[in-house]
């Protein structure tokens, strides 16, 4: 063979090569909730960097959603079974994804020494027909929180406790000071959210109850008329009724309820998801916090007689799931499995200061908000994590139940719309019929 034919075949082989990688290459969908959130934004461009560069021809594109907006939408394309993503945000909040059988088991295709026990275990779970699967990497973990404004605390002499946790009688004291001085005791906005006013009761039930009555009272094992019960909801009525919540409550939006406390500065604290910080901690003209405002955080009142002081709700939220029948499955797997590095864990609290199910090494860490991880720590030193959130306890629910639950309590008490032993009445009537 010539010389010329053999360089002339090599061109033809390499022309060959190169038709067949284009040919396997593909753009991999992906969809993503935390829209207006860049620095978590900043984490997930890094683990597609990371996996494009692992797959040299491979692409993954990014849309970024609303959850509130992304799940009808997921939730349409697959029933549909066409356009959904290869991969895509996941929380709690729509756990019928993963029983439909929309989900792909992650269990043997990521790197699990790389995530924490407890992330793994919550996403492992029975799923289509009663097979348990791992659904989900459990990217962000967070504990619900109640945030304060400092300079507003000094302003009206509101003095903190050395453990940071006002009991039941200084708690009320508190409210009313921040009521009567013209400010809503809560940063709180329903509007396009069912559980954002279910966080202080919710906290109330934890602390009066612990946490295994609190479950027990969830899954429809306690009655909605325990007097420990029918206590807290009586309480949290004195609350509403001294003006605990704007009168823009059904009006206000979660984005809304950021600005209200910490930019327009109309509410003393703000009870939400330690994911704040993702919101927050970005610049002020981006929807972020003021550079000189002055945020504290408070552990949950102290209810009487109760056996739940000291515990604290943490659980895993915004995770990322693989789409079942993606027609690129095994690529989507490696996608996720960008996620179970502890560079990725370490660069996810430097960014967004809130807590994750990746695994991680705080020596390492290098972040301009390490104040905040040392105000974290202080106030959180002995707090007693409990493995369940506010939003989570709808996991825990029977069918029926947690849409009254939201009507009655994120809805009805809080507008003044139904008292306490109104509402009780209605839990527990569909408590009974949930049996």
Avoid at 91 to 103: M, Q, R, S
Avoid at 191 to 200: F, K, M, N
Avoid at 260 to 269: L, P, R, V
Wanted: aromatic share 12%; proline share 5%.
């Amino acid at each position: 063979m010539s010389r010329k034919t053999g360089a002339i075949g090599m061109v033809v082989c390499f022309a060959l090569l190169l038709m067949a990688a284009a040919a396997q290459a593909v753009d991999l969908s992906w969809w993503s909730h935390w829209a207006t959130q860049d620095s978590k934004k900043i984490v997930l461009e890094e683990a597609k960097r990371r996996f494009e560069a692992k797959h040299p021809g491979n692409k993954v594109t990014i849309t970024y959603y609303e959850k509130k907006n992304m799940w009808p939408t997921l939730r349409a394309a697959f029933t549909a079974g066409s356009g959904f993503p290869d991969v895509f945000y996941y929380d709690i909040d729509v756990p019928e994804f993963y029983t439909a059988g929309w989900l792909a088991d992650l269990s043997g295709a990521i790197r699990w020494e790389n995530i924490e026990s407890y992330g793994k275990a919550f996403w492992t779970r029975p799923g289509p027909g009663g097979r348990t699967g791992t659904w989900a990497i459990p990217v962000e973990a967070s504990s619900d929180e109640i945030y304060f404004n400092k300079k507003m605390f000094r302003h009206l002499d509101i003095k903190l406790p050395a453990n940071y946790a006002f009991t039941q009688d200084e708690f009320k004291d508190v409210v009313s000071k921040c009521a009567k001085a013209g400010y809503a005791a809560f940063a709180t906005g329903a509007a396009d959210r069912e559980w954002t006013a279910l966080y202080i009761p919710t906290a109330f039930l934890l602390s009066k109850l612990g946490l295994e009555d609190l479950k027990k009272l969830s899954r429809g094992e306690l009655s909605w008329k325990d007097p420990r019960i029918v206590e807290v909801f009586r309480y949290y009525k004195e609350l509403v009724d001294l003006g605990a919540y704007a009168k823009t409550l059904t009006s206000m939006t979660l984005a809304d309820a950021h600005r209200f406390f910490h930019t327009e500065q109309k509410a003393c604290m703000f009870p939400v998801g330690s994911w704040y910080t993702g919101r927050a901690f970005v610049p002020p003209e981006k929807g972020g916090q003021p550079k000189d405002f002055e945020l504290g955080l408070l552990n949950y009142p102290l209810m009487k007689d109760a056996k739940g002081h000291g515990q604290k709700f943490l659980s895993v939220a915004g995770s990322l799931a693989v789409a079942a029948k993606s027609p690129n499955l095994k690529l989507a797997l490696e996608v996720a499995n960008a996620f179970a590095d502890v560079e990725v864990g370490n660069m996810w609290m430097a960014q967004t200061g809130i807590q994750t199910g990746i695994k991680t090494d705080p020596a390492r860490i290098e972040s301009p908000i390490k104040w905040y991880f040392e105000e974290f720590g202080k106030v959180n030193k002995s707090s007693k994590w409990v493995d369940l959130t506010t939003q989570d306890v709808k996991a825990l629910m029977k069918p029926g139940m947690w849409e009254v639950w939201v009507a009655t309590v994120n809805q009805g008490l809080p507008n003044k719309l139904i008292g306490p032993d109104e509402a009780l009445a209605k839990l527990e009537e569909a408590r009974l019929k949930g049996k």
